[in-house]
């Protein structure tokens, strides 16, 4: 252009051109257009902008600072700090401006709290930085402010909720073992050291696997389980076989710390001690049935705990019991209840074979050791190795297999007939009899010290008639067995059933109950089984039963009478002389139905 | 509380009872796969056979269940290495293909046999 020099413009580094006046106007239509700009920019920001001269008046702000403060822009401006907040406030935002006025250094992240023009207090986040001249000076501040309210009351709860959590943490009685996604715990309370016996502050930070807890450390199964197949397990009762405490139970339960995209980052581990509720439940359990023995009366509930805690010794067990008692039921119970349950099991009954053909069948024998010996055969105890062997009726063996047994279960080895290499065998000897025992000792028909050799332990079955409870659980076993077998669908027995056989002797026992039912089902076309169906001989001991009770009866009323008679109908009197007291003269009255007959006139 | 071992013993067609004298036949020599319940008479027992009625019914005939009677839980758990109850086991073939512990719901297990079933068929 003409007459235009270019200058170089020392502050911007620019050029312009020479023409003065020109120059000016476009320098101001520069910082003119860079100050809409910024202003412009400034209403965009979501941050609160305010200016403040050096008294605190508010020199300019955006419109986000408006809306911080609930102020329209026209009251805001010239609005000293002081008039939006309390007067403690105040002094501390007095504090904060001035060490920024004195130092010159920006103040960051001040937090306080504001009064809106609604009343309502809010919590402002100011970053302060010194506004200056051209020439330097320092003329007031400038700030940047968000609102943090919902932010700060956000992390007060959730502290809140942490501290709440952190205390139910501590104190449930429950044991809780978070792990991380590498089996390092992160956190563990309190009961961790009762249930465990292990402090928390001893496994924190530590590979849980890796930490000496003195157990059977099943938790750590299945909590490798639940880590490595991403799966909950619920409610998993274990035996936790504690040193100090091997009779602990415990549930554990194992789930998931997930990631807020889901992925897992850990498993919550808790253990709750359930020893006491276990051991209350099982006493609380009246035990029906162990195996397929049916019985609550107190002698079966005794019967069963002695055979629990046989079963998995090795021991030999001696059972005794009139017969049909369920000597066999036990015999098998033992044998299924321990560790050889899936081992052989063999039964001999020693009564059903005379001497020569017993000694075979227990020991085996060897080709020709004996006329009709055509080849080898190994016995039952060969057969029964690993196993059990029930020697049922063992009262009735002669004293040499008597010999021959007490060195088998002394030397736990025997010889096959016609052979003199011996055997060794692990069997496990249980064995049976309706036999007195001892009355054979004493009469030499039993050898002593093969006595109490097999009588290390006694297990002794009560007659049916010593536990008349148990009749009506039998009753409904059998009933159950036979519609099974039959294929029919009786429901039971009537009450006169029932009390023929609660008052019958039952000298077969169990055997003879059953037998009795499957009788009654044969008979019985209906859905109960009746008197008529039942065997002759419990019907008619029943039927005598009643008649010597009528027979009672009917002494007692006219015993009562004659008295009465005698006595002119004096009560008194006649109590007296039957020894009996009145209250129970006038029940007899009433019982059997004594009147006095109407006197004539 | 329903009775649920008594009402399961009446009906044949329901969960198989299975103890020593019949596990060789019922578990080990069975062609179809076995799933087997190993768990205590206590108060969650029905819950758990529940599931598995649920379970067995969607599988018909592909799939047999079996309940440990209770007084073999303790030799079978010693057996097959079971720390805790209660356990489902499926077998087949007469092997141990897989394992659940604790309580479940019936998706879980029928997920659980699923999953058995299908890398069966692969291998196959």
Known sequence: MQGDSIIKNEKTSGYMLGDKTENIKKRTDFIEASGELQEGALEEIEEGYVEVDLKGNTVACNSSFCKITGYPKEELLGLNYREYMTEAMAKRVFAAYNKVFRTGVPNKAFHYEIIRKDGETRIIENSISLLKDHEGHRIGFRSVVRDITERIRTEEELEKHRRSLQAIFRSVKDAIITVNDRMVVIEANEATNSICGIPPENITGRIFTECSFRCDKICHEVLKNSLEKKVDINEYKIKCRHRDRPEQKVVVTSSPLLAEDGNWMGTVLLIRDITRLSNLERELSERHQFRNIIGKSKKMQDIYALLEDLANLDTTVLITGETGTGKSLVAKALHYGGTRAFKPVVTVNCSALPESLLESELFGHVRGAFTGAIKDSQGRFYAANGGTIILDEIGDISPTIQLKLLRVLQEREFERLGESLPIKIDVRVIATTNRDLKEKMRRGEFREDFYYRLKVMEVRLPPLRERREDIPLLVNHFCGVFNRKFKKNIEGVSEEVLSAFMNYDWPGNVRELEHSIEHAFILCHGPVIGIDHIPLEIKEYSFSKKSSQRRKTIQGAEEILTVLEKTDWNKAKTARLLGIDRSTLYRKIRKYGISRPPQEM | ?124
């Open chain 2, 1 to 124: 509380m329903r009775d649920m071992e008594g009402i399961l013993r009446k009906d044949p067609a329901s969960i198989l009872f299975v103890g020593p004298q019949n596990f060789e036949k019922e578990v080990i020599q069975e062609s179809r796969p076995v799933l087997l319940l190993c768990t205590q008479r206590d108060s969650d027992f029905n819950k758990q056979i529940e599931v598995m009625e649920t379970v067995h019914s969607a599988f018909s005939e592909k799939l047999k269940a079996c309940l440990l009677e209770q007084d073999f839980v303790e030799v079978f758990m010693e057996m097959y290495d079971i720390k805790g109850t209660p356990t489902f086991v499926m077998f087949t073939g007469g092997r141990e293909k897989g394992r659940l512990l604790g309580q479940i719901a019936p998706e879980t297990l029928r997920n659980f046999v699923l999953r058995v079933l299908s890398a069966e068929q692969r291998d196959e």
